[in-house]
């Protein structure tokens, strides 16, 4: 070890010269795998010169990390290891953060290894050393980081069932838990002390008698790091702690409930001041939150004996009056703790229901006192007097806006949407607070007409108060937005009454802040729409005030409103066609004003409605609504969404209007042929959405125009590049379906060979059933719509097919494929009295042709007759089977008798699922009903159509030539059963 000396740590760290730091370097790293190296780095641990300290440390954590795990002994002997996990704990108090990190890193890597099984006491060595350091604040956080990393890894390790370690990670896990208890025994104290002079220090602060210096962040950061090993420790084992010393547990949720509350107060007097504790203040009320939450919701049945109190405390809470936005995390946690209390299944279900309930009930906390006590407390405390009180604190304080979101209002309407539109309750206050409104009147519906009552009230008393008093229209506005979700009692309530009473009303009279009401009601209305039943009219007025104010905010929400009550009554009756017009202009005109992405969808997906709901109506409003989309498609390039949202609209007109694709159609094309390039190709919401306007299109039009012939090979490049994407493939596949029935010849002229050869590399590459499906179908379509030589002109493709049939075959996933593919050559075998299906088999394989017949064969035979669901098909297979039974083959001896037998148990299905209505007709793969494309594969699914009692008379005079030549009493029993089977139904 001479080599390692203090010179060399010196000029590691210290020299300027490139080759002498490399040199030394190298020097280290040779040193590396001596025994001792380690301990003797250890000497100079004490350097004054903080370049080199840093330089041990980092040496030591190299070695640590790459050599601990090595079962050699000689680089690190087990001796060595005892006494580097000794030292390590001494230097845990280190403040400086390069020697601090290094230490938890290495401690953190030590103990994933070590503990259990050769470090078993390490978290009581360093919780024991940190109640005897005064600033023992390192200590917990490595502690917490240890701890966090084991429940992690096991987690980890569950969920994915196959992890080879997993029987480890239980160990470490149930290691911990048994030292869990004492752990919690020595942390807590730390937390208490701590947290109490804390809270002392900053109240003399206020005070005035004690000086600012003297405030260190150091009890900020022990608290708040206590307080997390604490909170870790309650999430796994409260029920462990419960079951050994549940007083105590008790007695530290009542102290932490005393905390949470002096943290609070604490924190509003000093929330202005730049004291460097204040943060942590706040930090350690929002972590009590969490704890009382958290255990709540992972361990309902044991927070029972803690219930009662923690709903009295968050009720004290809830009514406490603290400022906005310095508390709205706080009022968060508390609104959402008591949804999570409220919608807590453990105290709401019957025990013997919890019992079954497996996968979301802790069986080894269930008991049925605990469920007893745990649905009595509820049930005592959230009484109707309560719930009436807790309804009136969240519509006084918590549904009003505040006037920093009305200046935000007025300031970006469009962003403030966008925010409204994507708040979620858990984080914001008024979502909570409707999350909660939202779980009170579900579980308890028998308050909706006492707290429609209140709602009535409050909203006459604010009329009473005139309409330039802005603390009433607030107050109105949180009324009306709590009428909008009494909508789960509105059996109980006359909306139509409360409707002309008050919210028709707020449209006669106007005053500057009349737009807050405006949208409000226009929401109350949205929320409602399916109470709506003989007022159409003045709700369609309404909404068209909306529409037309100067507020963008009302106009939007009038907007909405519309398509809610667009999707509960038909627009197109008679007595609401004034409405048409207006209501379309309006939402036109708005969406010109949009900015932002969210909302520009919002409303162009209204559009979208309209055109839906509208249909044939929407013609005389068609050229406004393409001017409109098509100066959007302008400026919205970069937006996908926007444009996805564009190129619906544009589908959704063609598929409404009749002959609308061939009107549209030089409008259409360049945005086809735009989104099907490569740029868009990867962008799955305009690829997915511009796909179907395509098909929509090819549908519609009763030919294919030249542009749209040039326009196929796009497909083919989208599908190339979408090989791994079979959502993908099948809409190719709908299209180019399309383009077949509708194109015919024409089609095939230009388009044939490339198909062919996109066919049969998409085909060797598909592995889920229905996409199999859709290829065979489409492979059907081509040899049916035009009379190719399958031998000459497709016979890769087919034999691609047939491979993967042989291949599949026997999965049970993949028998519908099979039974398609049988479908697909039977019809070849049909066509040209055999030569084509002889053929094919015999150019491919001179030598097998007879082989792989015999297959064909034996796959009728055992196929299952669920596997040809569509009764066209079976006819097909119905068709084969009879030829063959006629064929003077000797290969087909063996089979004729079993084969006799499927053909008329075929027969007999057809007529038995025609009858009950239980087969399917066809797979039109969602074609708009009545298009030509519709009518094309229609009428070519006719020609298959034959009556099934002819079919009887046509099997039995093929069957009496096959008793002819092979007489057996055995055929001629089957067809007697065959009589009285299929004239008994």
């Excluded at 035979?861 to 009764?871: K, Q």
Aim: net charge neutral; proline share 4%.
């Amino acid at each position: 070890m001479e080599e390692i000396n203090k010179i060399i740590l010196e000029e590691l760290f210290l020299s300027t010269n490139v080759e002498t730091r490399n040199q030394a370097t190298h020097t280290l790293m040779e040193a590396q795998r001596t025994p001792g190296y380690l301990n003797y780095l250890w000497n100079f641990i004490s350097s004054p010169n903080d370049n080199i300290k840093n330089c041990v440390l980092i040496q030591w954590r190299q070695t640590v990390e790459q050599y601990w795990t090595l079962k050699d002994n000689y680089v690190l002997s087990n001796q060595e290891k005892v006494e580097i996990r000794s030292k390590l704990l001494s230097l845990i108090t280190e403040t400086r953060p390069m020697v601090s990190g290094a230490v938890e890193s290495m401690l953190s890597h030590i103990i994933s290894i070590d503990f259990p099984d050769l470090w078993p006491d390490v978290f009581q060595m360093m919780a024991t050393a940190a109640a005897k350091q005064s600033n023992p604040c390192r200590i917990l956080q490595v502690i917490y980081l240890c701890i966090q990393k084991i429940v992690k890894e096991l987690q980890k390790a569950v969920s994915k069932q196959n992890d080879g370690n997993i029987a480890f990670y239980y160990k470490r896990w149930e290691t911990l838990k048994l030292q869990s208890l004492q752990l919690f025994t020595i942390v807590s104290p730390i937390w208490q002390t701590k947290n109490t002079e804390m809270l002392a220090l900053l109240s003399n602060y206020s005070q005035g008698s004690v000086q600012k210096e003297s405030l260190s962040i150091e009890l900020g950061r022990i608290s708040h790091f206590s307080l997390k090993v604490i909170k870790i420790l309650l999430r796994e084992f409260l029920p462990q702690f419960a079951s050994q010393n549940e007083e105590t547990l008790v007695n530290l949720f009542a102290h932490m409930s005393q905390m949470t509350m002096k943290s609070i107060q604490c924190f509003l007097v000093l929330k202005d001041s730049t004291i460097c504790l204040v943060p942590y203040v706040q930090k350690t009320c929002f972590l009590y939150m969490k704890i009382f939450s958290q255990s709540q919701r992972n361990h309902p049945l044991t927070f029972t004996a803690m219930l009662k109190n923690f709903l009295d405390f968050y009720y004290a809470l809830l009514n406490t009056n603290y400022p906005r936005p310095d508390c709205e995390k706080l009022l968060v946690h508390i609104l959402n703790f008591l949804s999570d209390v409220l919608t807590s299944r453990e105290y709401l279900s019957p025990y013997q229901d919890l019992l079954k309930c497996k996968k979301h009930i802790k069986q080894e906390e269930l008991s049925e006192e605990k469920v007893k006590i745990g649905q009595s407390t509820l049930r005592n405390f959230f009484d109707k007097d309560k719930l009436l009180s807790i309804v009136r604190i969240l519509i006084s304080r918590y549904l009003i806006m505040s006037e920093k979101a009305i200046e935000a209002w007025k300031e970006d309407p469009e962003e403030f949407l966008e925010e409204e539109l994507s708040e979620s309750h858990k984080f914001k206050l008024i979502p909570a607070t409707e999350y909660l409104f939202h779980r009170i009147l579900r579980y308890y519906p028998g308050i909706g007409v006492p707290l429609f009552d209140i709602i009535r009230d409050t909203l006459t008393e604010c009329n009473m108060a005139g309409p330039n008093n802005f603390e009433a229209i607030l107050l109105k506005d949180a009324c009306y937005y709590a009428f909008a979700l009494t909508v789960p009692a509105a059996s109980n309530i006359d909306f139509k009454k409360f409707f002309f009473e008050f919210m028709a009303k707020e449209f006669s009279v106007s005053y500057p802040n009349a737009f807050i009401i405006k949208r409000r009601v226009a929401y109350v209305t949205e929320l409602w729409a399916s109470e709506i039943s003989d007022f159409h009219k003045d709700v369609y007025r309404m909404c068209i005030a909306c529409l037309d104010d100067r507020d963008m905010l009302v106009q939007v929400y009038g907007a909405t409103t519309l398509r809610a009550i667009l999707e509960d009554f038909d627009i197109r009756d008679e007595k609401y066609l004034e409405f048409i017009k207006p209501s379309v202009q309006y939402i036109v005109a708005l969406v010109k004003k949009m900015s932002g992405s969210s909302t520009t969808c919002h409303i162009l997906k209204i559009i979208s409605l309209v055109i839906q709901e509208l249909k044939e109506q929407v013609r005389p409003h068609m050229d406004l609504i393409v001017e409109c989309v098509s100066s959007l498609w302008e400026v919205s390039q970069q937006k996908k969404m926007v444009l996805a949202s564009i190129i619906t609209i544009l589908s959704k007109l063609v598929e409404v209007l009749i002959g609308g694709a061939a009107e549209l159609e030089l409008k259409l094309i360049p945005i086809i042929s735009i989104c099907s390039e490569t740029a868009y190709i990867k962008d799955v919401p305009v690829l997915d959405e511009i796909l179907d306007l395509w098909g929509n299109v090819i549908e519609q039009m009763p030919y294919l125009t030249p542009q749209l012939l040039q326009l196929y090979p796009k497909s083919l490049l989208v599908a190339k590049e979408n090989i791994e994407d079979p959502p993908t493939l099948r809409k190719i596949l709908h299209i180019t379906e399309a383009y077949i029935l509708i194109g015919k010849e024409q089609f095939y002229k230009q388009h044939f060979e490339s198909l062919v050869s996109n066919l049969t590399i998409a085909l060797s590459n598909m592995y889920k059933p229905h996409h199999i499906i859709d290829t065979i179908e489409l492979i059907e379509i081509m040899v049916r719509v035009v009379k190719i030589e399958p031998v000459t002109a497709i016979n890769t493709l087919l034999r691609t097919c047939w491979n993967l049939m042989i291949r599949k075959f026997s999965q049970k996933d993949m028998e519908e494929p099979v039974g398609y593919g049988l479908v697909l050559f039977g019809r070849i075998f049909l066509t040209n009295e055999g030569k084509h299906f002889i053929d094919f088999f015999s150019n491919w394989n001179p030598n097998e042709w007879k082989n792989q017949f015999v297959k064909f064969v034996e796959m009728l035979i055992t196929m299952d007759t669920n596997s040809v669901p569509v009764l066209s098909n079976r006819k097909i297979l119905v068709l084969v089977m009879s030829k063959l039974l006629t064929l003077s083959e000797p290969l087909l001896v063996p089979h004729i008798p079993v084969l006799a037998e499927r053909c008329i148990t075929l027969i007999h299905s057809i007529a038995r699922d025609k009858k009950k209505k239980s087969g399917k007709f066809s797979r039109r793969n969602g074609m708009i009903t009545n298009s030509p494309c519709f009518r094309a594969k229609r009428q070519l699914e006719n020609n298959d159509d034959y009556d099934t009692t002819n079919e009887m008379f046509f099997f039995q005079s093929h069957f009496n030539q096959v008793l002819q030549t092979h007489p057996s009493p055995s055929l001629q029993k089957l067809l007697q059963d065959f009589h009285s089977r299929f004239t008994d139904k």
